[in-house]
């Protein structure tokens, strides 16, 4: 980690700029509410417009964009006479279906300034962590970026429900990145960078470069964002960083009126090193979008045999299951501690595992049939936590 230059060396824009952005063929930009709405909930068409104009001379560089953008519970406040943002699921939904349409309509009116297309992306969870649905997902990017087109995507708050939430743009914006094979991610806030303390706080510093997110643990951070306006917070920002970073796409975070500086490759906002490499995108989304819908209790040597052979759990390695889930949903896979080692898509229903534990393949397959004979969880759908 490390922190800015000295006032009297030369201004941040002066400085060389920064190869992980300047590099960058295919960029993912997240936008959260606060940049794009007033505080009364209605959306700024100023903002709107600049924030266009920094992607429109990015596409114009020949960079392709991915816009995530938040924006649409805010934008619905004002047409349903609403003050500030609802806390009950159905009347947030209420207001994303009123203000996705406005939205995206400010958004292609000003793309169409620079003779871009807009195309409308609206995601559940279902949409890419189930096996088909996420190969559709990824397959509709790759079809709109071919075309040309500029994807504007957000969460599909009209029928999200609680439990099937990604919970933030942030999260989703990471996700997203991975999934279109992004060069960059830049997230864009109403605070010009990561600080060490609350931004507030004079004696506060921005760090410049984070290249390991444990150089982290002793930072505070705080909130952030237009009050009753959106729902991130600069915690949401830095998960983010690590679900990108860890899967090896550099991060960028910094203000909204900061994008073209930011988007040129200067000096600006705080700048995440990538860490990790490229993982199989359906397991990024399997280990940071899924919630478990139950445990299944392993021995140790199954224990051993999933972390440190990297295999497939079978049934003879079981000693147990909580919950209720269906085969395909995402469970997670606990030692005899209860702690999760991993998580993966089961190929069985609750109620049959029971009836599985301690088992090797050939007696299921002799007992209840070849049906029976295969793992409990793929290790192709198994991802270590």
Not at 80 to 93: D, H, N, V, Y
Not at 235 to 254: E, M, N, S
Not at 256 to 284: I, K, N, S, Y
Request: hydrophobic share 45%; no cysteine; charged share 20%.
């Amino acid at each position: 980690m490390s922190l800015p230059d000295a006032p009297s060396e030369a201004p941040a824009g002066s400085r060389s700029p920064r190869p992980a952005v300047t590099a960058a063929r295919r960029v993912v930009v997240k936008v959260g509410s606060s940049s794009l709405t007033t505080a009364a909930g209605g959306i700024d068409p100023d903002r709107v417009r600049a924030l266009v104009d920094a992607l429109g001379a990015l596409r114009a560089r020949g960079v392709e964009v991915v816009l995530v953008s938040s924006g649409a519970i805010a934008a619905g406040l004002r047409p349903l006479g609403l003050t500030r943002r609802p806390r009950s699921l159905a009347a947030q939904q209420a207001a994303a279906s009123v203000g996705q349409g406005l939205l995206v309509h400010r958004y292609t009116e000003e793309l169409a300034r620079h003779d871009v297309v807009a195309g409308q992306v609206l995601l559940t969870l279902d949409d890419v962590t189930r096996r088909s649905h996420y190969r559709n997902a990824s397959q509709t990017f790759a079809k709109l970026l071919e075309l040309g087109v500029l994807p504007i995507v957000n969460e599909n708050d009209t029928v999200a429900t609680t439990e099937i939430r990604f919970g933030d743009n942030d999260r989703l914006a990471a996700l997203v990145a991975h999934l279109v094979h992004a060069d960059l991610l830049v997230l864009l806030s109403d605070v010009d960078g990561l600080y060490d303390a609350d931004p507030a706080d004079p004696a506060s510093t921005l760090i410049s470069d984070v290249t390991a997110l444990a150089d982290l643990d002793d930072v505070r951070l705080g909130s952030t964002g237009a009050a009753g306006v959106g729902t991130g917070g600069m915690q949401t920002k830095v998960d983010a960083a690590r679900i990108a970073t860890g899967a090896g796409i550099p991060v960028v975070l910094t203000a909204a009126d900061q994008a073209p500086q930011a988007l040129a490759g200067e000096q600006v906002g705080t700048l995440f090193h990538a860490t990790g490499r490229r993982r199989p995108t359906r397991l990024l989304w399997l280990a940071h979008a899924t919630e478990s819908k139950g445990t299944v209790l392993l021995d140790p040597g199954a224990v051993r045999a999933v972390v440190e052979r990297r295999a497939s759990l079978l049934a003879a390695g079981v000693t147990g299951v909580t919950g209720t889930f269906s085969a395909g949903d995402p469970v997670d896979l606990a030692g005899p501690d209860g702690v999760p080692v991993a998580r993966g898509l089961v190929n069985f229903d609750a109620e049959e595992i029971p009836g599985l534990v301690g088992k090797n393949s050939h007696d299921l397959k002799r007992e209840l049939g070849a049906a029976y004979e295969r793992e409990v969880v793929h290790r192709d759908d198994l991802v270590l936590l």
